[in-house]
């Protein structure tokens, strides 16, 4: 029986009853019971023991549900540029045993960048045995280079990975110990982003799967900007430079050929990147942002783009007139005034006299008005002050609301109805 209940798998809790292999899949517990002899009532007096040796076999079951089509790892459920070959023996074990069991460096990197796309969350817990893991690997110039093309073509062609690779490119740059004559991990990084970008222009121009292919780019650079730091020698941390001024460049070529999914990219960019560009052109002393809005209003007016993107790209403007949404507290916090405050009175209620006249909180006397008014009971007489109806049944005012309507204003209503069906029509 042990053994019997380990060959059952997936199915530890079901009838000790099974079909035999000469069984056909459609056939009924009853139908099947009386083909077999037992009588199609005693199921549950039969025991796994009785039902012989081809019954306690469970591996026809097993195979129709891992051969279903509704398995979780159905093409339908990957994401577009996914790599489905994923290997299933990925587990925790079998990472913390490093590479062990994998035949090439592809193999092994390409199923932590498919368990990573998998599980984001994964990353802080696993990226160091990873590194390490890379550290015994990787000793050539022909494996870094590996390295750096298959983390680039997941983060290019994966969606939402563009993020997650530009993390696990930063932290790579820091923890992997090669350093060969052709460059380290980052400079070979940068080397292979240049590529794309000096065919920046072709691929504005080119058809939809080529565009689709830099605008991934487009993003993954942005991405890489914001979050691969260079540290200097004083321990300071930086922002890559040529990334600052290939994004510029990358922005002239969307604007420069303004089709509807070229400015949807340049949205983007500047929706991830803006604030921080402006930042780092304004402490260089440059007025590039303004350049970048003046093109974006051009655009607006001149180009033939759809009216969505036209939407997109002037919210974009209002955007950046809002400082890209930043709050900056720039001075110390004071009690707010009358006179330091111009929103100081917007919050309070506004009354009027009998003359109709508005008597605000800027009035002299509100407070001492408006304190008066609160106290005066009879001018809330159905109402607690949280809006709680205190009318009791029997009140004149709530027992006269009816739902129906007088039979005159619902005559003329009816025919008012019947006209507009009748000009409707013609």
Known sequence: ??????????????????????????????????????????????????????????????????TSKLSVKAPEFYPQGYNQNFNQNFTDSAFEDRYDGYLTLAEYVQD??????????????????????????????????????????QATSVPNF???????????????????QSGNFRQLLLQRCRTEYE?????????????????????????????????????????????????????????????DSNLIC????????????????????????EEVIQRIENVVLDANCSRDVKH?????????????????GTTPHTEATPENDPNY???EPT??????????AADPDYQEEYQELLEREDLFPYYEENGADLSGPGDMYFDEIDDEMDPEIEEAYEKFCLESEHERKQ
């Open 162 to 180: 563009s993020y997650m690779g530009a993390r696990l490119c930063n932290y790579l740059s820091h923890h992997l110990t090669i350093s060969p």
């Open 312 to 328: 997109k790209l002037l919210k974009l403007v209002e955007l950046r007139s809002s400082n890209w949404g930043r709050v900056h």
């Open 345 to 347: 009175f917007m919050n």
């Open 199 to 259: 065919n920046r222009n072709e691929a504005t121009k080119g058809d939809e799967v080529t565009k689709k292919q830099f605008h991934s780019f487009v993003l993954f650079l942005a991405e890489l900007y914001l979050n691969l730091e260079i540290k200097g020698t004083r321990g300071q941390v930086t922002r890559a430079e040529i990334l600052q001024e290939g994004l510029r460049e990358l922005l002239n070529a969307l604007f420069s050929n303004p089709v």
């Open 266 to 289: 340049a949205v983007k960019l500047l929706k991830l990147t803006g604030s921080v560009l402006e930042d780092a052109w304004k402490d260089k002393g440059k007025n590039d942002m």
């Open 112 to 153: 932590f960048l498919n368990h990573l796309t998998e599980q984001p969350g994964c990353f802080e817990t696993e990226i160091e045995h990873f590194a390490e893991a890379l550290n015994g690997w990787v000793t050539t110039d022909e494996a870094l280079q590996e390295l750096v093309e298959l983390i680039y073509q």
């Open 1 to 66: 029986e042990e053994q019997q209940h380990q060959a059952g798998g997936l199915f530890p809790q079901q009838e000790p009853l099974r079909p035999p292999k000469t069984a056909p899949l459609g056939t009924g517990m009853a139908e099947h019971l009386q083909k077999t002899g037992f009588p199609s009532g005693s199921e549950d007096k039969v025991s796994v023991l009785d039902s012989g040796p081809e019954m306690a076999e469970p591996q026809l079951a097993v195979a129709s549900v891992v």
């Open 351 to 360: 009354f009027y006299t009998s003359d109709g006249v508005p008597f605000t």
